[in-house]
């Protein structure tokens, strides 16, 4: 199996999770950046335009806009679309009520930057009970680990 890597941070929301990582180092803008009923990104520049983030760990550097993020992102939740749990670097008040609206486990405050560990593609586990993110790099060769 590749490395294991475990990253120490702060709780935003609690509860564990895990799946593939989706990774920008783009902030996501809560008001015309987000498909809600897809968890599709669509907003024009940003890297990830075209992607989902459905069912996998969105790591971010933070949310950007206005507070249409809480709206977004619940809907998001009911839409059942969400991320499986969030890994960003600064909290501001839409992250966090972001974070909450969706009620996915959340951690933030990190004491390696999440961007430069954690890949798109690798496997991570977010406890946010605890603040910590496990990211598991699988070797070329194998398939990241599954619950």
Request: charged share 20%; no cysteine; glycine share 12%.
């Amino acid at each position: 199996m590749g490395r294991h890597i475990v990253l120490h941070g702060r709780k935003v929301v609690g509860g564990v999770a895990e799946g593939p990582a989706l990774v920008t180092r783009q902030s996501i803008s809560g008001w015309g950046g987000v498909n809600p009923r897809t968890g599709t990104i669509i907003e024009s520049r940003h890297e990830l335009k075209g992607q989902s983030f459905q069912d996998k760990v969105l790591v971010f550097p933070t949310a950007k806009g206005s507070s249409g993020w809480s709206s977004i992102f619940h809907t998001t939740r009911l839409a059942g679309t969400a991320p499986k749990a969030m890994v960003f670097n600064r909290v501001n008040t839409k992250v966090a009520l972001g974070a909450v609206v969706t009620g996915v486990p959340a951690v933030t405050d990190l004491d390696q930057d999440p961007l430069e560990v954690i890949e798109t593609g690798d496997w991570v586990r977010v406890d946010g009970d605890r603040g910590i993110v496990e990211v598991f790099k699988a070797d070329p060769d194998e398939a990241a680990p599954r619950a």
